[in-house]
């Protein structure tokens, strides 16, 4: 199961709707805030697929959740912005915690816009980056590989 995870967009439109498209096997997208409104207008676009939105600090008036669990090819996913755990402190572990008392073994979060992937104490830390502004990578996403076991993180930049 392939699963596109986006952050950060900031109102590029264009970027997720492109990405969309040139991925019309991914079935389920997981955004984890910060443009919330544009991701709302593409779920609509796209009734194909399968969307699970997390507000962001700058989703003001947001009708979505601050975090939510999504299962997913046989892992729990925590998906959250990040903003609450205090991420950019570079400090994860309010995050894994928080992650594993779910009893999650993916933890998904945006806000620094620097896209990364970790792993400690059986979770997984997994940051897409910004669609729209990048500080220390490359703007991108990430592409999520589950097989029921296995977890395959792939960081995607943007041409």
């Known amino acids: ?21 040139q991925n019309p096997g991914i079935g389920t997208v997981i955004f ?43 892992h729990r996913i925590f998906c959250t912005h990040g903003h609450h755990y205090g991420v950019k402190s570079g400090d994860l ?11 999650c073994d993916i933890a998904l979060y945006g806000h620094t816009h620097e896209a990364r992937v970790d792993y400690d104490h059986g979770v997984y830390l ?7 502004y990048a500080y220390g990578s490359a703007k991108g996403w990430l592409e999520l590989n589950l097989d029921g076991r296995n977890v395959a993180p792939i960081l995607v930049p943007l041409e």
């Open 1 to 21: 199961m392939k699963i596109m995870v986006l952050s950060d967009s900031h109102g590029a439109f264009g970027a997720v709707e492109e990405l969309l498209e």
């Open 93 to 103: 572990t309010p995050l894994r915690r928080a992650a594993a008392r779910q009893g």
């Open 32 to 74: 984890l805030g910060d443009g919330l409104a544009e991701m709302e207008d593409l779920k609509n676009i796209h009734p194909e697929k399968t969307f699970y939105l997390v507000a962001g600090n700058c989703d003001f008036s947001a009708d979505a959740p601050a975090e939510r669990v999504v299962e997913a090819g046989g």
């Open 126 to 132: 997994c940051n897409p980056g910004s669609l729209r």
